[in-house]
């Protein structure tokens, strides 16, 4: 057997994760729906997924050197132009013309300002879930920013109106003063000349006031205007596009979850996973069935080409007979019905088995037999082996656990055993026992006097862990282990990693490749039973 650690390079397919799924699609499903549902939600409280656009041209204001009058000073700054249309201002005024509820966060977050590149243009984008609200707050935005570009340029330009107007009226009343102050001096004097300088400087100035002032009430401010207004909206991502999004995303989590939790489980599920952990698999998965008393008593009763195969790889693996084989069960009773399809298997074969109930009255409950003097008054020095075993057909004989079998546990380790046991297998080619737990008390008492003990696990359920502490436990007493029985869980087909298991249809074969000691008795044509044997 490989070391039990070792994991071979087998090519992990759809057989191998399936099995491993088994009982978890309600989980996977709950993935699936909870990352769809998740998705359509998305979907349903998006802010939108249709957008409008309109676009504003920005007419230079005062103070705009572009501009084509004469009052414009200062470069207008197109990116705080743009956030100014999401500020609370144009937000209000947009907001009474949508008539909406919504607050001004929420409002400004379906806005969107872009400025191409050397242009004094903005496109004003707003997303909504409809078009026609698209459309209209596009539409409606566009506007407010205009009139409240137009009110802040028309309080700029009252202001200034006031401080020209007043300039004007000191200018006005300084000439007034230098005019009469003129009228009273000789023009040709010294102070004449330099009053009638006065009075022209005023002049002038009076006239360039006059002038803007003239300007500021005859050119009201022009803000710009909407040159494209939203007529058309681009749709984005509907409600079907994020309800697909969601599927293809929840399959992904549910195939990464399943994934995960193929590579978590280390429970075996089919021969290839023994193979694959180091252990060797003695043929395919073993189907208990409900017909065991009838197997076991009845010489006609049919076995199953599982059942063959499985006899011929023990046959083949045991190095001489008589032997004395151990199925130990791990971490469950599956070894009670291995134990008894393989004793009657051997049989089969010609083969002559004597069959041990060490699993404390479970194969005999397990066959259907009435409880009778058997292993326990054998342990106890009550009764000889070979004279409480009970013959159900030919060439299989049974040890029944006896009727304190409690109090017979603690002396499968004596000398007593040691003796019976080998009284047994001179009168056999096999002896077969059974423990419940290989790695409990019985299990590694009786893994010390057994050929090879042959551990039995049963599919979705023993895990790989268990498996090897059960196997070191063998070891470290003396135990030698042949291989692995895998028990399924109920009844079914064989399957291997993603098929059938390939079969023998050599029912003989295990008779042929089975080596065989001489023996006296194989002179007889019948074999003679073992002495002082029950036959009730």
């Known amino acids: 057997m490989s070391e039990p650690g070792y994991v071979s390079p087998h090519r992990r397919g759809l057989g191998w994760i399936w099995p491993r799924l088994r009982g978890r699609w309600p989980v996977l499903l709950v993935v699936l729906v909870a990352v769809a549902g998740c998705a359509v939600a998305a979907g349903l409280v998006r802010p939108g997924s249709t957008v409008a656009t309109a676009a504003v041209l920005i007419n230079p204001l005062d103070g705009n050197p572009y501009s084509t009058g004469a009052r414009g000073q200062n470069l207008t700054n197109l990116q705080t132009e743009a956030a100014l249309i999401s500020g609370d201002a144009v937000v209000n005024a947009a907001k009474k013309d949508l008539g909406s509820t919504d607050d001004n966060a929420t409002l400004a977050s379906r806005v969107t300002v872009d400025n191409p590149s050397n242009t004094q243009v903005l496109e004003i984008s707003y997303a909504a879930r409809t078009n026609d609200s698209a459309l209209h707050g596009a539409n409606a935005f566009a506007t407010a920013y205009l009139a409240v570009r137009a009110q802040r340029a028309a309080v700029n330009d009252a202001a200034e109106l006031r401080l020209y107007t007043t300039e004007a009226a000191k200018v006005q009343a300084s000439m007034s003063s230098t005019a009469g102050e003129l009228a009273k001096t000789p023009a040709t004097s010294p102070r004449g000349q330099v009053l009638t300088q006065q009075l022209t400087v005023y002049s002038a100035q009076l006239a360039k006031l006059q002038a803007t002032l003239s300007d500021l009430r005859t050119n009201p401010p022009d803000p710009g205007e909407v040159i494209t207004p939203a007529a058309t909206a681009s749709t984005g991502l509907g409600l079907a596009v994020y309800a697909l999004a969601g599927l293809v995303l929840g399959l992904l989590a549910a195939a990464a979850l399943a994934g995960w939790l193929a590579l978590a489980d280390d429970r075996v599920h089919a021969p290839a996973d023994l193979e694959r952990a180091g252990f060797a698999g003695l043929g395919p998965i073993v189907r208990t069935g409900a017909d065991l008393p009838k197997l076991f008593s009845d010489p006609a009763a049919p076995i199953t080409e599982d059942d063959r195969s499985r006899r011929i790889t023990v046959a083949v693996g045991v190095p001489s ?73 030919p060439r299989l004989s049974f040890l029944a656990s006896g009727t304190e079998p409690e109090e017979a546990a603690d002396r499968l380790l004596s000398e007593r055993w040691g003796g019976q046991l080998g009284v047994l297998t001179q009168h056999a080619d096999y002896v077969v026992l059974c423990a419940r737990e290989a790695a409990g008390a019985d299990g590694l008492a009786l893994a010390n006097s057994a050929t090879a003990v042959i551990l039995s696990a049963t599919s979705g359920r023993t895990r790989l862990r268990d498996l090897r502490a059960a196997s070191d436990e063998l070891t470290r007493c003396g135990g030698e282990v042949l291989g692995v029985f895998l028990t399924a869980p109920d009844a079914g087909p064989s399957v291997s990693d993603g098929g059938p298991v390939a079969r023998t249809h050599a029912p003989d074969a295990a008779a042929a490749v089975a080596p065989k000691r001489p023996s006296p008795r194989s002179k007889a044509p019948a074999e003679p039973e073992p002495a002082g044997a029950d036959r009730s």
């Open 321 to 393: 007979v008589p032997a004395t084989l151990l199925v130990a069960g791990v971490c469950d009773d599956s070894a009670l019905p291995a134990a008894v399809r393989l004793a009657v298997s051997l049989v089969r074969a010609d083969s002559s088995v004597i069959l041990v109930d060490s699993a404390r009255g479970g194969l005999t409950d397990l066959v259907e037999e009435m409880p009778s003097p058997g292993l326990s008054e054998v342990l106890l020095r009550r009764r000889e082996a070979l004279k409480v075993l009970r013959r159900p057909q």
